[in-house]
């Protein structure tokens, strides 16, 4: 199997505010993974706050040597490799097992989701989210959102009653609603989510700081609302320390190293009890549609990310009646353009 790999810029449709920081580019790198001239995808998505750059993801993939694997070589086997060379590094390791799924999928000609033995096709609607923003802006990306059924909307701690009083003023449909730790403490967040409570809303994602798990515990034995740890949960050991404190874990593959740990979470995440959420960052379609395949086990879906950008470099990831398509084609099931 050869390994090649090329920095790429995404441009996003509109500037892409949360909590704590704007941007309007997001800086990935593309991978492939080639074995007798059948290419496997993958992607690294790098949004600042994780920490990974282009240059972290380029270093780290020169150090990945994957002629000592053969193509019969088990997924399992060489993900714990390639996260033994570096701790961290989650993207770049999601890039090459996206490309690996994508790569083993087409040569044994079938879905990566038929791959890990899920049957389902059934998915729940995915969300489109609507970042923080002036109100005309708002108002109009609520228009963009008319095909889908559930809205993501990501607040901060002095303006969300706005953000919702103007969402409300445009529609009804169930909100996904986002702090990305925002709120100061749990009092605070319990005061809010019992106001949103009446509003139509899902679910709550990580009202407080990530490091704050105790406040969490208390906010959930009391919240009329599920809470969903995002920032609090990256990797599979991360679940064992809050899984009393959050109703469900927002999964993202470039988060826990790609869609084999993905799937290892889903399964300990359902022994505890835990809601599934999948979420991404701004992404190509090529990284929605690696999580796609996993989308029938969740409650939850998130990925919009290809949605969000204007420069997508891969086709055949499709939204129908506000649910990701899945399609049976070989591999995660899109073509490079
Ligand atoms: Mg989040």
Not at 230 to 251: C, H, P, T
Request: aromatic share 6%; glycine share 4%; proline share 3%.
């Amino acid at each position: 199997m050869k390994l090649t790999f090329q920095p790429y810029n995404l441009i996003l449709k509109h500037t892409f505010s949360i909590a704590n920081y704007s941007r309007n580019t997001t800086p990935i790198v593309l991978v492939q993974i080639e074995h007798n001239g059948e290419i496997g995808y993958g992607e690294a998505s790098l949004p600042q706050y994780l920490g990974e750059t282009q240059d972290s993801v380029c270093t780290f993939l020169q150090k990945v040597d994957l002629s000592k694997f053969d193509i019969q070589t088990e997924i399992e086997e060489i993900m714990l490799s390639i996260d033994a060379i570096k701790e961290r590094n989650t993207a770049a390791k999601a890039a090459i097992d996206i490309a690996l799924h994508d790569l083993k999928g087409k040569i044994t000609n079938q879905s990566v989701r038929k791959m890990l033995g899920i049957t389902s096709t059934e998915t729940p609607f995915t969300s489109y989210t609507i970042g923080i923003d002036k109100e005309h802006i708002i108002r109009e990306k609520v228009k963009e959102a008319t095909p889908y059924s559930i809205l993501k909307i990501k607040v901060d701690r002095e303006n969300w009653r706005k953000t919702i009083d103007i969402i409300r003023e445009e529609t009804d449909k169930p909100l996904f609603i986002d702090a990305n730790q925002s709120w100061a403490s749990k009092e605070e967040a319990l005061e809010n989510i019992q106001f949103l409570s009446t509003k139509n809303i899902l679910l709550i994602e990580q009202p407080l700081e990530k490091s704050n798990i105790e406040s969490h515990k208390w906010l959930k034995e009391r919240s009329p609302l599920p809470i969903i740890a995002d920032e609090s949960v990256q990797r599979l050991s991360d679940i064992e320390k809050i899984k009393d404190a959050f109703d469900g874990i927002n999964i993202k593959l470039m988060k826990c190293t790609g869609i084999n740990e993905a799937l290892k979470m889903i399964k300990r995440a359902r022994q505890y009890g835990l809601k599934i959420m999948l979420g991404c960052m701004t992404e190509t379609s090529c990284a929605i549609a690696a999580a796609a395949q996993l989308a029938p086990l969740a409650d939850f879906i998130d990925l919009d990310g290809n949605l969000l950008i204007t420069n997508d470099c891969f086709d055949g990831l499709k939204i129908k009646n506000g649910k990701i398509d899945l399609n049976n084609k070989s591999g995660i099931g899109i073509e490079k353009l």
